[in-house]
């Protein structure tokens, strides 16, 4: 029986803060090594801890990893070895593990800083291995980097961000194509034209994404070329980039790391 272990509350524990001219970056290393607000201007963009939505999944931006979204049933198979994650929303395991574990800051500047994690090789996550994230900050952009490391064994590897949004004025997002949702609201093949919003889905998109807010816009890149958007909140819009879709374990689509190789991928906000 799942526990939805994802909805309990997480606390942000003591922030390290960056920033260069008008963006200041409050980094929150024990809450999932999160970006627990940004602001550029004086205009907050994130949907912060102190906001009522404090469950692990709902509040700041965190890294997805060594999974994005959702694997069904917590269940896959890997070359001939049958897995079982712990299931925490739901019916399904959602959002990787490095959102609930404490992040080691290994290096802090007044505009950067770096995050690392050893993941556990248990029933949380059976192959081990490391990640890495830094974080930096420009003058009027906000550069995240994501890097995922296998340790002594071979693993499937789907890495991105999870950002809250405060809901934005207007959404420009024009993605190529989308993965239809099943039953149990988990993406499949084949892929189709996108529908009309609002949206909790996952899109092929390579273009930028423009949130406008505040009286401020903000551009959104990535060398990801799968984007989850979820709009259907009235108090947010999260737009996540990702290496793979939600449930890329068992649709194939996972990036096979053999032991001691590298996923990385970034992330650029833009004011």
């Known amino acids: 029986m799942a526990t939805d272990a994802a909805l309990r509350p997480l606390a942000p524990g003591p922030l390290l803060r960056i920033g260069c001219g008008a963006l200041t970056v409050d980094i929150a290393p024990q809450a999932g090594g999160r970006l627990a607000q940004v602001a550029f201007d004086g205009v907050d963009w994130l949907v912060g801890h102190d906001a009522g939505h404090a469950a692990t999944i709902a509040w700041g931006s965190y ?3 060594p999974w994005a979204g959702r694997v069904r049933h917590g269940r896959f198979d890997f070359r001939g070895r049958h897995c079982q994650l712990p299931v925490d929303l739901g019916a399904h395991a959602i959002h990787g593990i490095g959102l609930g574990l404490p992040w080691q800051v290994e290096e802090q500047a007044p505009t950067r800083a770096v995050l690392a994690l050893r993941l556990p090789e248990d029933v949380r996550w059976p192959f081990g291995g490391s ?10 952009r906000l550069r995240l980097t994501l890097t995922l490391d296998a340790g002594t064994q071979a693993m499937p590897a789907v890495l991105g961000w999870h950002p809250w949004f ?62 989850v958007v979820y709009d259907e909140a009235a108090h947010a819009t999260c ?23 590298t996923l990385s991928a970034g992330f650029l906000w833009e004011w």
């Open 166 to 227: 405060q809901k934005p004025d207007t959404l420009d997002f024009r993605p190529d194509r989308y993965y239809p949702r099943d039953a149990e609201g988990i993406v499949q093949l084949p892929l189709r034209d996108p529908p009309p919003g609002p949206w909790d889905d996952c899109f092929v998109n390579r273009e930028p994404v423009l949130l406008r807010r505040g009286g401020q816009c903000l551009r959104l890149s990535s060398d990801c070329d799968h984007w």
């Open 63 to 65: 890294p997805m990893l």
């Open 239 to 261: 737009v996540e980039p990702q290496s793979g879709p939600p449930d890329a374990f068992n649709l194939g689509l996972a990036r096979v790391l053999e032991p001691g190789e």
């Open 131 to 140: 990640a890495r994230q830094c974080i930096e900050a420009g003058e009027r």
